[in-house]
């Protein structure tokens, strides 16, 4: 019955996750023209000239189309990728491969229905906006830039009228935690397909803000796995919200209420707030969509403005650049790459966890804390029952 609980609450990719990636992020280029307090990367207004060139883009995307059936999705995010002018040209040729392209943009007066049409005309089928607040100070002030929380609204009825699928990006902090609720209640009236929920890892700018507390971590995976039936529920350097899917899911069919993951009262606050909501949706449940196995360089790749590779951007540790090896050949045999898909190489107790094959932690949260790669994610507070009595919890 477990084997079973576990296959139906986290989806397993149906490929060798060493063979090939699901996801690849391809940041085309820096430039952007918002100042985002999160942002891993430090802004720059104007193109490096030393990004990847329309013709080695093409390169990249036959490489990644190479790995054949089922192609990886491509991401194409920046930066603002609308700042390069050869996008629409990227997205009709990466479709025309065979790739399913999609697009992370920011939210700027390049971002206009003229050109959302001809990148969906253009093959791309998929498109994400960011809201981290549910209210414009919260929001526009993670974006540097007054006024982009009323523009995003206003881009997202666009988006989809365009035809584009809509996924939402929120960023979670200790600032904006409370106001979850109702950016929930914002992502299912803009009509997302898809809300991805990213915990702040404390790289690049984003160590100016101040990361989730390990149990307030928890807490907001278990109140998004309560509201996955709402909408469909993603998240972003938090995989442990597979091993809490798997808890809940075998605490569901057993019967056994301790099973599941204990709570505290940020859970308790965040589900009184959207009482009202459930509600009110009663009848417009839908079958919550379980989360995928997919960790930094396990199924997962990042490839920056210059064709450096990464195993996600946010974990600055260079694989080698597409420019002096193919991508399919750095994926493959990147010694970096290859450890992080050996969970039993991880330390403390991310590595004897009964859950490290699912999860694995995020390698991005453990290397910005303790600067070792394969160390215990602090993020976690789960303790396996393998660690040894009397250990103190790590990570």
Known sequence: MTAVTERSAVRRLRHAPEERPMIVIWEVTRACALV??????????????????????????????????????VVLTGGDPFERPDL?????????????????????????????????????????????????????????????????????????????????????TRANVHELPEL????IDLGASLWSVFFLVPTGRGELLQPLEPE?????????????????????????????AIQRARASVQGTPSEAPAVGELHQQLTAAVAELRAQRHTARRRPRPPIEVNSGRGFAFIDHLGEVYPSGFLPHQCG???????????????????????????????????????????????AVTGDLLASDPTCVYVPPSQPPGAAPQG
Request: proline content about 4%.
């Open 321 to 367: 650049n597409v420019k002096d090896a193919g991508f399919r050949e750095l994926y493959r045999t990147s010694p970096l790459l290859r450890s992080l898909r050996d969970p039993a190489q991880f330390h403390g107790k991310c590595g004897v966890c009964e859950f490290r094959d699912v999860c694995g932690g995020s390698r991005s949260h453990a290397y």
């Open 184 to 187: 929930l209640r914002m992502v």
């Open 216 to 244: 307030q971590v928890e807490d907001v995976l278990n109140w998004l796995h309560d509201v996955s039936d709402l909408v469909a529920i993603k998240t972003t350097e938090a995989p442990h919200y597979r091993r809490v």
């Open 88 to 172: 629409a040209d990227l997205v009709r040729y990466g479709t025309s491969v065979g790739l399913h392209v999609a697009l992370s943009p920011s939210v700027t007066p390049r971002l206009t229905r003229e050109v959302l049409t001809e990148l969906h005309d253009a093959g791309a089928g998929a498109l994400s906006l960011s809201l981290d607040g549910a209210r414009a100070d919260t929001h526009d002030a993670f974006r540097g830039v007054p006024g982009v929380f009323d523009a995003t609204l206003q881009a997202a009825a666009e988006v989809r009228d365009v035809g584009f699928r809509l996924q939402i990006n929120s960023t979670v």
């Open 36 to 73: 985002c307090l999160h942002c891993r990367a430090d802004a720059q207004h104007r193109r490096n000239p030393h990004e990847l060139t329309t013709e080695q883009g093409r390169a990249l995307l036959d490489d990644i189309a190479a790995f054949g059936k089922p192609y990886p999705i």
